[in-house]
């Protein structure tokens, strides 16, 4: 090849891994802070703390709801038209996949709409057939709810005004353990079969 041609040719190389290296950065730097996390001492993100809400019961609950289970919460609202539907059933459908091992797993679903979703709102909702069996509907007053959401990282938005707004939300699932702590996130869209075999792993290292 002629020493001009090769010039041309490893410019053109380094000019493409610049280029890579620019988008990388940009990607990963606009990622929001909510998925990134903090990261505590231990490597896992700082996900979950203390919050005071009430249950589809009208009962007082806090973080202690954890404690001796593993859990799956999840931040949503009742008139959600399509992401909460979808990762309730999908849920249920995990809950199934887990057998036995569904004993030991709830799921808990936190509004961020605690202008509509009262307890009875949260109990009728979650009762809907398709949905996990047990779920855990907590809701509370604006300010209660935030105080959850930011433990946990998760975002949310009212977007619109009068009776039709609507919210928007992140669509995380998080694990947590029987002591109450973060183990791992479960993406939405997974399906049913790879979210199973997430939780299981997670089960399993304890």
């Known amino acids: ?73 999840f931040f949503g609202f009742t008139y959600c038209p399509e992401f909460c539907p979808t990762t309730l059933a999908e849920l249920a459908a995990v809950q199934q996949r887990l057998g036995d091992k569904a004993d030991d797993l709830q799921i808990v679903f936190v509004s961020i709409d605690p202008e509509r979703d009262t307890p009875q709102q949260l109990k009728d909702y979650l009762s809907s057939d398709g949905f996990p069996k047990g779920t855990i509907g907590l809701t509370g007053t604006p ?18 005004e009068g009776e039709g707004y609507t919210m928007n939300h992140s669509l995380t699932v998080y694990l947590m353990g029987p002591d109450g702590r973060f183990r791992t996130a479960v993406a939405y869209g997974l399906g049913p079969d790879k979210a199973t075999r997430i939780i299981e792993d997670a089960m399993a290292r304890g």
């Open 1 to 73: 090849m002629p020493r001009r041609s090769i010039l041309l040719f490893a410019g053109a190389c380094l000019a493409i891994a610049a280029a890579l290296a620019i988008v990388t950065v940009v990607v990963v730097g606009n990622r929001p802070s909510a998925t990134r996390g903090e990261i505590g001492a231990t490597g896992q993100p700082l996900v979950g703390g203390d919050f005071q809400l009430v249950n589809q019961d009208g009962r007082p609950v806090d973080q202690t709801l954890l404690n001796g289970k593993w859990s799956l919460v």
């Open 143 to 160: 300010d209660q709810v935030a105080q959850a959401a930011k433990a946990y990282r998760a975002y949310y938005e009212k977007v619109g």
